[in-house]
């Protein structure tokens, strides 16, 4: 399995790496043009990889 990465883009082509203790969801930051990972602890969700508010989200979407 290939490693999750945020905001990557041309300026940017190797990411940000994925944090293994934070929220695996993709948040955009307040300009609307960066991508990145959610801060919050995980614990909830698919495979315990989810906030519990994206857990919740996610689970409203019928996704789990």
Avoid: F, L
Avoid at 27 to 35: E, L, N, R
């Amino acid at each position: 399995m290939t490693e999750r990465r945020y905001d990557v883009s041309s300026v940017n082509p190797k990411g940000i790496p994925e944090d293994k203790t934070r929220c695996v969801a993709e948040v955009t930051d307040w300009s609307g043009w960066h991508q990145y990972q959610c801060q919050r602890k995980r614990g909830y969700g698919p495979n315990g990889e989810y906030c519990k508010q994206h857990a919740k989200i996610i689970k409203e979407r019928g996704r789990i």
